[in-house]
């Protein structure tokens, strides 16, 4: 059984800075720090923590403790004024998340607040106790198609809440109201931690799911777990596994919420690990690198990641967690020329951006420069190597089309394909691997060919097949094209020729007779020169060889219809079915003298011929138009004795018998 444990498993950036301060304070100092409510919605760390000397309290009136600690939920504004009017030391752990949220609402104007997530949350307390203008909080659809308001609104989000679900809500609230602002306030931990979980859940069997039963972003990392139909427990120590469990899981998936702490976790793969000892996957994030970079000052140059809240025709703004929202001009979204920026974004989505300007009350940004210069050096670095680069087409230009690699390429008509195109509007919005063929940087050009890209892999292609190619053997092809002498098949990057005596049993006059181009079919190598890059192939062998029907339908003697398929001064070739010519000797062509067959017969025609000889094994078979001559006369004979008696004329029952022999 393989063990793989969440890489975001355990205490998240936030609640690991509120314990590591809590601890400072307290630890080793019994009695001297007490929490505001408690720290972490999990048991046996609330016990752990008492274990210490740390109490939690719910009022802070006549508490012994010299120190308080606010928790990472944070507080409102009149709770923080009561706490610090106690005269106590206080010690602010709320999360920088949830303080991005407090600074958007203390910062609103004459606009209604909404809040997606539990009202009965502490964090979500602490945000409503700072609303001004009217306020609601709604967590699911229903909720919110029943708001109603005149204000315009703005929109945060409890920090823990599933992002999934939030999707549905935006979706009615945009609807719904003309003016709004949303602010997707998910943190970034809680994002990743329930991204990853629905992908561990994907590769496990059995999911366990480690926290406190009132931690709320645990209760949804377990709804995650079970909306994808994997068997999911949600326990809060090892004290509540069942080792039956694990009968017939091969590989079990261990998550936890942000309030877990570490030991807890290692009790429990410890555990798993104890009766099943074959593999674990662990990797830890550095939520302290995740909390520098939130507090890291802001400058031109850096690259910032945020949520767009707003698109107006011409300019979008968005959070990217900064005291104000970063601007983003039309012409800074993308290189692409368009009317509005809805075509290029919505609201709610996540964009990668430069910072290009910084004053005291504004934040411009652009996606199009860092976009470009990304690009560049990955351009660059294709055309220096010779790689390919993917792009899409966007446009149709004099002269080519314009492919979106991340800055503007350019390629000519003539590199469009191997073979000329004349609509090339076929092309927009399709994805093309190219290679980049010119690049100056000083002038922005990009010339690139899809082209040199497609002969690249048809050369690939070709050296492949002409390694793996064995004669002897049938391979899978399709016709490019037909010629007199016979028809060319492409069998994985190079075209191998079925000559026209190879096509069928049959003679066959022009390959179109049998095949078509375009048409996919079976063919075996008969031949692989790979110096010249020659591959001979067959149709015909891989066909049934219609003389193993030769002893079955024809005896010696017997009568029969044929088409002179051929004249030589020695005889006349008389085909009997489809791959099956017979001879007739020139002395057997008639009872009188025969200079030439030409002189008596044409290709094409159709003769009546008896059977003289078989022999399957030389695949011959001799045959005579005298003697079927003298049966036909005999038959006539015959036929005008009754003709009288039967009233039939010999004419109607021998057909142009007579008319064949004449000619
Ligand atoms: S879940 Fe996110 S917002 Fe909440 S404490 Fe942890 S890091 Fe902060």
């Not at 606009?111 to 602490?126: K, N, S, Y």
């Not at 009790?267 to 507090?295: P, W």
């Not at 049934?544 to 010696?556: G, H, I, S, Y």
Request: proline residues 3%; charged residues 25%.
């Amino acid at each position: 059984m393989q063990v793989l444990v969440s890489k975001y498993a355990g205490f998240c950036p936030g609640v690991k800075r509120a314990v590591k301060l809590t601890l400072q304070h307290g630890e080793g100092k019994p009695g001297r720090v007490a929490t505001f409510g408690p720290l972490v919605h999990n048991a046996q760390m609330i016990e752990h923590l008492a274990a210490k000397g740390i109490r939690t309290l719910d009022s802070v009136a006549d508490a012994p403790e010299e120190i308080i600690v606010v928790r990472s939920h944070g507080v409102s504004p009149s709770v923080m004024a009561a706490l610090k009017a106690t005269g106590k030391n206080i010690v602010d752990a709320t999360c920088p998340f949830v303080s991005k949220i407090h600074s958007i609402v203390d910062s609103l104007d004459n606009r209604c607040l909404i809040v997606i997530g539990d009202a009965h949350h502490p964090e979500v307390q602490g945000i409503l106790g700072r609303a001004r203008y009217g306020v609601s909080v709604i967590e699911d659809e229903d909720s919110a198609s029943q708001i109603h308001t005149d204000l315009p609104v703005t929109v945060v989000v409890q920090t823990t809440f599933d992002q999934q679900k939030l999707k549905g809500i935006l979706a009615i609230l945009q609807e719904k109201f003309q003016d709004i602002e949303i602010h997707n306030t998910i943190c970034s931990s809680t994002r990743d931690r329930q991204r990853e979980v629905a992908e561990l859940a994907k590769k496990s069997d059995l999911m366990l799911v480690i926290g406190g039963k009132n931690s709320a972003n645990t209760g949804k990392l377990v709804a995650i777990c079970k909306q994808s139909g994997v068997e999911t427990h949600y326990i809060q120590s090892v004290s509540n596994i069942e080792p039956h469990w694990f009968s017939n899981v091969f590989t079990v998936g261990i998550a936890a919420g942000a309030s877990t702490p570490e030991w807890i976790i290692r009790e429990v793969v410890d555990m798993v690990m104890e009766t099943n000892n074959e593999g674990i996957e662990e990797v830890k994030e550095d939520s302290n690198a995740i909390l520098d970079e939130q507090s890291k000052p802001l400058g031109v140059g850096d690259i910032v990641v945020g949520n767009v809240v707003q698109v107006n025709p011409d300019e979008v703004l968005v959070d990217v967690g900064y005291k104000m929202e970063g601007l983003i001009r039309k012409d800074e979204l993308s290189f692409r020329k368009v009317e509005n920026c809805s075509e290029l974004v919505n609201v709610g989505d996540e964009l990668e951006a430069e910072i290009t300007r910084l004053t005291e009350d504004l934040l411009e940004l652009s996606v199009r420069k860092l976009t470009q210069s990304k690009a560049w050096k990955t351009v660059k670095e294709a055309f220096d190597n010779q790689t390919s680069v993917s792009g899409r087409v966007v446009e149709v230009v004099k002269g080519g089309l314009i492919v979106d690699l991340g800055l503007r390429a350019f390629m000519p008509a003539s590199l469009v394909d191997l073979r000329f195109v004349e609509d090339l509007s076929q092309f927009v919005g399709q994805e093309v691997t190219v290679l980049v063929i010119e690049l100056e940087r000083r002038r922005n050009k990009v010339i690139v060919s899809r082209k040199a890209q497609l002969m690249r892999e048809t050369e690939a292609k070709k050296a492949e097949t002409l390694a793996t190619l064995e004669e002897g053997t049938t391979v899978k092809g399709i016709v490019r094209r037909l010629t007199n002498f016979g028809a060319f098949v492409d069998i994985g990057g190079i075209d191998g020729l079925i000559h026209i005596s190879e096509l069928a049993h049959h003679r066959v006059e022009h390959p179109s007779e049998v095949l078509k181009e375009d048409q996919e079919l079976d063919v075996y190598v008969i031949k692989v020169d790979a110096e010249s890059e020659r591959v001979s192939l067959s149709l015909k062998r891989i066909l049934p060889d219609p003389w193993t029907e030769v002893a079955t339908k024809f005896k010696t003697g017997d009568a029969v219809e044929g088409k002179v398929v051929r004249l030589a001064d020695f005889g006349a070739f008389v085909e009997l079915i489809p791959g099956v010519d017979g001879l007739v000797h020139v002395s057997q062509i008639s009872d009188e003298h025969v200079e030439k067959p030409e002189d008596v017969l044409a290709t094409g025609q159709v003769v009546k011929v008896t059977i003289l000889d078989i022999d399957v094994q030389a695949k011959r078979v001799s045959l005579s138009m005298r003697d079927a001559v003298r049966t036909g006369k005999k038959f006539a004979k015959e036929e005008r004795h009754q003709e009288s008696s039967i009233g039939a004329t010999i004419g109607e029952r021998l057909g142009n018998f007579f008319d064949q022999e004449d000619e």
